[in-house]
């Protein structure tokens, strides 16, 4: 992991604990987009005809990279973009469970379309809150994020596929923009049904592009509407008979953006995302340990079995001006302080953050 920090030239100038906001790009990617755009200069609608005719590739690339058919790939520019589409096709009948203060891109498009909803919290009991709130009756779909934007809370996966497997007309669909990148994951052998992703954080794939994978059971509840030109591929013949995730798909797909996936894709398959899993254990371990010696965690955190990399600790306007002062890159959220660590972070990041919060505090 050492090596590949030189890729990304940000980490000479700070420590960067900001993935969460932004993942970086790195020199391999620059290099690849410079020469995309240098073909369209050269060969315009010939170099983007080529990129539109390569996007089936990309989609097999993202169906492999997650273990989806890539005919239950969708190519959006954005979770958000995508999740208003699908939600435009479910039945406004739908009782929805939602986690409190989730992602506004998660919850806002129920709320706005005046599904009935419920709610739980994302603390130590969430797991055991939304297994009792399903058991008791009355939720069609459980929407929410793999991760927590905030404070990095992640939901045990092996509870949603108990869950899915308890309560088969469950339909779970998840938020992946946190969660994608960090480790291996296996869309078809997971409990959830629908996974959308941005894919600028955890992915290192840039601004613009995104994905949704869809299981084929689950394609029957919507009757989407989204439909344009691209749902059918420029062939007007094929109005009546567009797959489920075309209607997803109702413009063109740009070839920089989503060139710009498929590199990042293979680029986190060199690496082996056993060995990125392995570096945020390590990262989650230490901050961990770090920063409840500090007590700058909330309790419901420390009482959770597993936690992400991303960490909200205690603290205002004058500690994040502090730790900016020292070109350390973070963000203000939920009233602290959001710490987000990838795998070109190190361990002795960590450490460094840590000794200076230590030596504030005191």
Not at 179 to 192: A, L, T, V
Request: some cysteine; charged content about 25%; proline content about 3%.
């Amino acid at each position: 992991m050492q090596n590949l920090r030189k890729k990304f030239p940000v980490l000479n100038q700070c420590i960067y604990a900001n993935t969460a906001s932004a993942g970086l790009l790195n020199e391999d990617l620059m290099e690849w987009r410079q020469g995309h755009d240098l073909d369209y200069l050269i060969g315009g609608s010939e170099t983007k005809n080529k990129g539109f005719a390569h996007m089936p590739e990309i989609k097999k690339t993202v169906g492999h990279f997650f273990n989806c058919n890539a005919e239950n790939v969708a190519l959006v520019p954005n979770f958000s973009l995508g999740f208003n589409l699908l939600l435009e096709g479910l039945p406004k009948d739908k009782n929805i469970l939602l986690v409190n203060k989730d992602y506004p891109s998660v919850n806002w498009p129920f709320e706005t379309r005046n599904f009935k909803r419920d709610y739980v919290d994302a603390d130590e009991n969430m797991e055991a809150n939304i297994h009792k709130k399903v058991k008791d009756g009355g939720v069609d779909v459980l929407a929410l994020s793999l991760v927590q934007w905030v404070d990095g809370v992640r939901v045990d996966f092996d509870f949603l596929k108990e869950l899915k497997n308890d309560f088969p007309n469950l339909m779970i669909m998840a938020d992946g923009t946190q969660y994608c990148g960090m480790e291996p994951f296996d869309f078809d052998e997971s409990g959830i049904d629908i996974l959308g992703a941005s894919a600028y954080k955890w992915l290192l794939a840039g601004y613009g592009n995104g994905f949704f994978l869809v299981k084929e059971e689950v394609m029957d509840k919507f009757e989407l509407r989204g439909i344009g030109n691209g749902s059918v591929d420029n062939d007007a013949s094929k109005r009546n008979s567009i797959p489920f995730c075309k209607f997803l798909e109702p413009g063109h797909l740009d070839s920089f953006n989503f060139g710009s996936l498929e590199f990042a894709l293979n680029f986190l398959d060199e690496i082996g995302l056993d060995n990125v899993q392995t570096q945020l254990e390590k990262l989650s371990k230490r901050a961990m340990s770090a920063f409840s010696e500090l007590d700058l965690l909330a309790p419901s955190i420390l009482k959770r079995k597993q936690h992400s990399t991303i960490f909200n600790i205690k603290g205002d306007e004058k500690l994040f001006n502090k730790l900016t002062e020292e070109n350390i890159v973070v963000s203000p959220r939920g009233g602290g302080i959001r710490l987000s660590f990838h795998f070109y972070n190190t361990e002795e990041e960590v450490d460094i953050v840590a000794k200076l919060l230590k030596h504030w505090s005191s």
